[in-house]
């Protein structure tokens, strides 16, 4: 996905959103379609208390001002049926699409939502991972009713991967500005309303959120009448509430494929969705919170990078991209980058091998020839529920060199503070990070950067001056440049946490699933308003 910025001004046709727009002739929505996911995320429903991944189970009611091609990448319209980009990236002017009704007849869709969305996102305290980025905001113009220009200091190259529903993750859906102030944030947590094909019912925290069809919906009709989302925490369970039929879909990861097709159940695999690798935590000198005595953190930058090294090592992820992944997806080196992007040259996507006996020498070196104690938390996060197993099997092999691993499960909602607060220094857990955008410094910027509202990865000057040249750089060819030949090369010398590599999306599905055209890299569930009934289109 290129974005032309600098002078060239973008301009999506009126045409082509009226396309997007005309509502498909559907029959009325029949029947329950039930899913079984590993987490909902934190169960909130506001713009500012939302964290970020939370679109598994959002998704399906909210909407975005764009979403993107499902082919070509390309951005495409959505609740804005137009836009333009001026000034090499810092105006950005939304036109709106007239007549989207909020759910319950709460209102028609205006700029006045947009703005208000937007500084929601962005005011102090706020626990969505998107709000350092939407403070980059200098002022935000309305135009007229249907109309918006916001104003940057420096050039947001990709401010529409922010605004886009068609990436995992970029949370920035509209809300009710009249109806959340009426009825106050505790009212409209109670009851979400939003502008999507799926209207809010039930949300029992911890057990089930439930919606319903909004029939004759500008975009598209759903299929089904009710869409029910059961948090199931064991993939053991969910396969066999497929199996028993009590569910028609779910989440499950790659080391249960061989077995999903013994059982004849469908499966439906996305490549190329989320980056693996192991956090290590406590990667923020200059915070509060930072411990000089974490191993991998420690002052010293060279013992400290021996230990990171020595992590790697012992870890065999070939075998646990086999067994724990099923094979779906690649062992690689450099971070956040796919065997397919243009920056990825042959030697950062060489993994680091399997060297357990070296891996001993480093600790030793490194001033722990008895290994040090790590809490390894077990945590699976929306989309990705296979990441316990994940870090079960890093924590194994880090046993096998003399590291003491405490094994601690917890739930997303309840890490998340600690993320956002960086409040687990020591701490290592397994983690996947999803494509936000088509290039790895988007995400990045989200999760590492010092400024940024969540800490999962590291924090570093000198990632920083990387992440701010990269989003302000208006040239893609010189962005590729950047990443391959800078930034990708000081990422795997310096060595930030434990690489396991790229990994595949897998869905099981029941007999009830006919046709579900899913979008390429993106990794929650999504676009459940288009899928068929089983024989039906």
């Known amino acids: 996905m290129r974005q032309r910025l600098g002078v060239i001004v973008l301009l999506v046709t009126a045409l082509l959103g009226a396309a997007a727009a005309a509502p498909v002739e559907a029959a009325r929505p029949e029947g329950t379609l039930t899913v079984a996911v590993a987490t909902f995320g934190n169960e909130r429903w506001l713009p500012q208390l939302y964290v970020g991944a939370e679109d598994v189970v959002l998704k399906p009611m909210y909407e975005n001002l764009l979403s993107r091609d499902p082919k070509t990448g390309e951005l495409t319209p959505m609740l804005a049926e137009r836009w333009k980009v001026m000034d090499g990236g810092r105006t950005w002017t939304f036109y709106l699409r007239k007549g989207v009704q909020f759910h319950g007849g709460r209102g028609e869709v205006t700029a006045e939502d947009v703005r208000f969305t937007f500084a929601s996102i962005a005011k102090e305290g706020s626990a969505n991972s998107l709000a350092p980025e939407f403070r980059l905001i200098k002022s935000m113009e309305i135009e007229d009713r249907y109309t918006i220009t916001l104003r940057f200091e420096k050039p947001s190259v990709a401010f529409g991967n922010k605004v886009n529903q068609g990436l995992f993750a970029s949370a920035a859906f509209i809300h009710p500005k009249r109806y959340i102030e009426s009825a106050g944030e505790e009212g409209a947590e109670r009851h979400p309303v939003a502008t999507g094909p799926w209207k809010f019912v039930e949300h029992v925290r911890g057990d089930r959120i439930v919606y319903e069809a909004v029939e004759n919906h500008w975009r598209a009709t759903p299929h089904f009448k009710r869409l029910v989302f059961l948090k199931v925490p064991e993939p053991a369970t969910r396969m066999a509430m497929l199996r028993a039929g009590s569910v028609d879909v779910i989440e499950i990861g790659g080391e249960y494929v061989e077995e999903l097709k013994k059982v004849g159940v469908r499966t439906l695999v996305i490549p190329n969705v989320a980056w693996v690798y192991v956090i290590l935590g406590g990667q923020w000198p200059t915070k509060a919170t930072y411990d000089r005595t974490v191993p991998w953190a420690l002052p010293d930058a060279e013992r400290a990078r021996k230990v990171r090294l020595a992590l790697n090592l012992a870890v065999d992820k070939q075998t646990i991209m086999q067994r724990v992944l099923g094979g779906l997806g690649s062992a690689v080196g450099s971070w956040m980058t796919y065997p397919t992007d243009p920056w990825a040259t042959a030697t950062l996507m060489k993994p680091y091998p399997y060297d357990p006996a070296k891996a001993k020498a480093l600790l030793a070196d490194a001033g722990y020839p008895n290994g040090f104690e790590v809490t390894m938390n077990l945590t699976a996060w929306p989309g990705r529920g296979y990441l316990p197993d994940a870090g079960e099997a890093v924590a194994t092999y880090w046993e096998k060199v003399g590291i003491k691993v405490k094994r601690r499960p917890v739930d997303r909602a309840v890490f998340s503070a600690d993320f956002r607060a960086r409040a687990y220094a020591g701490v290592a857990l397994a983690y996947a990070a999803p494509v936000v955008g088509p290039e790895p410094w988007d995400i990045l910027m989200r999760i590492s950067h010092s400024k940024g509202a969540v800490q ?73 308003e288009y899928v068929t009934r089983a024989g039906r289109r």
Do not use: Q
């Open 456 to 528: 999962l990865f590291l924090e570093h000057p000198k990632l920083d001056e990387f992440l701010d040249r990269l989003a302000t750089e208006p040239s893609y060819a010189e962005r590729v440049r950047i990443m391959r030949d800078e930034m990708g090369p000081w990422l795997y010398e310096y060595i930030p946490a434990v690489a396991i590599g790229t990994a595949h999306n897998i869905t099981g599905v029941g007999p009830k699933v006919g046709e579900w055209p899913l979008i390429p890299g993106h990794m929650g569930f999504h676009n459940w």
